[in-house]
Nanobody, 126 residues
């Protein structure tokens, strides 16, 4: 049974840090391009950070230099380290696996990802 569970969200003040985790079961994260996405109220879901099977990473411009994506293949867990948080980072954060087999990130569109979890809320106050 495929399951994705995000955790680690919370409420922090601007400038603070959080570490999100994404525990996968029923599939192997190292077989997929994996991504972190976020969705704020009234906005579309957007890609935040991505990682390939070869640990190549990519980031949205708004988080580059502040967020770091990583994966522990032995534990089958994806992480997102978030530093220097800003109020505009407030959103529900999700992780997902690319639908296309293989570990390369061919697309960053949420429509091309699956195995979505329920998300974890991040709230940053000014």
């Amino acid at each position: 049974q495929v399951q994705t569970v995000e955790s680690g969200g919370g409420s922090v003040q601007a400038g603070g840090s959080l570490r999100l985790s994404c525990a996968a079961s029923g599939y192997t994260i190292s077989d997929h391009c994996m991504g972190w996405f976020r969705q704020a109220p009234g906005k579309e879901r957007e890609g935040v950070a991505f990682i390939t099977s070869y640990d190549s990473t990519g980031y949205a411009g708004s988080v580059r230099g502040r967020f770091t994506i990583s994966q522990d293949n032995a534990k089958n867990i994806l992480y997102l380290e978030m530093n220097s948080l800003k109020p505009e980072d407030t959103a529900l954060y999700y992780c997902a696996a690319a639908r296309r087999p293989g570990g390369i990130c061919y697309s960053f569109s949420p429509a091309d990802f699956g195995y979505w979890g329920q998300g974890t809320q991040v709230t940053v106050s000014s």
